[in-house]
């Protein structure tokens, strides 16, 4: 199956202070991106899909002034959480697709502790 | 109504015997189905995908398409405890959704 890295994979970082997680798609061109956020012990929650060159479409509830998205290229996505604080901490995940009908693959997710 | 349906679980089985996961949609325009397999802690990896009626099989694994009802499963055959984990189903329309997942224990 194809590859998709996450950078970093875990990240300490202190209350209002900015993190950015990087996805990159590894073997393949990924025209749509997505971002995902995962609460212990609760279901997959979209937080945003992005296009290649287009700016993001955010879920309904996510901040997108608070999680900036840019999907540069076909193969590296940003995710930046600004001003961070304690209840942002979860397991982000981001996974990249080929297109809107085809698989998902998943990065193997950053674990963001807010201090 | 949410687009995909799963049992939460926990769906028990004895090792070697097969675990029948199902899932419903709710969108009978969706085209695309995937299951995805993730452990506690881990991000979701990708197991099947099927797009036309029947039985797709891959290994242990089995995937079973019903347009007309609705209706997608995974049967996983010869059960091993590192089968272990919480199974997510999803559908693609023109928009991708995940079901809430089931939580598979495979007793040694």
């Known amino acids: 199956g194809a590859v998709v890295s996450q950078h970093p994979s875990w990240v300490i970082c202190k209350s209002g202070t900015s993190v950015k997680i990087e996805c990159r798609s590894l073997?393949?061109?990924?025209?749509?991106m997505f971002w995902y956020r995962q609460f212990p012990k609760q279901s997959l929650m979209l937080m945003a899909t992005s296009n290649e060159g287009s700016k993001a479409t955010y879920e309904q509830g996510v901040e997108k002034d608070k999680f900036l998205i840019n999907h540069a290229s076909l193969t590296l996505s940003t995710l930046t959480v600004t001003s961070a604080h304690p209840e942002d901490s979860s397991f982000y995940i981001c996974s990249a697709s080929g297109g809107s009908f085809y698989e998902q693959y998943f990065g193997p997710g950053t674990r963001l502790t807010v201090t | 109504q949410k687009e995909v349906e799963q049992n939460s679980g926990p769906l028990s089985v004895p090792e070697g015997a097969i675990a029948s996961l199902n899932c419903t949609y709710s969108?009978?325009?969706?085209?695309?189905f995937f299951w995805y397999r993730q452990y506690s802690g881990k991000s979701p990896e990708l197991i099947m995908s099927?797009?036309?009626?029947g039985d797709k099989e891959d290994g242990r694994f089995t995937a079973q398409l019903n347009k007309a009802s609705q209706y997608v499963s995974l049967l996983i055959r010869d059960s091993q405890p590192s089968d272990s984990a919480t199974y997510l189903c999803a559908v693609s329309l023109n928009k991708f959704y995940f079901g809430s997942g089931t939580k598979l224990n495979v007793k040694p």
């Open positions: 099927i797009y036309s009626n």
């Open positions: 073997d393949f061109q990924a025209t749509t």
């Open positions: 969108d009978r325009g969706s085209q695309s």
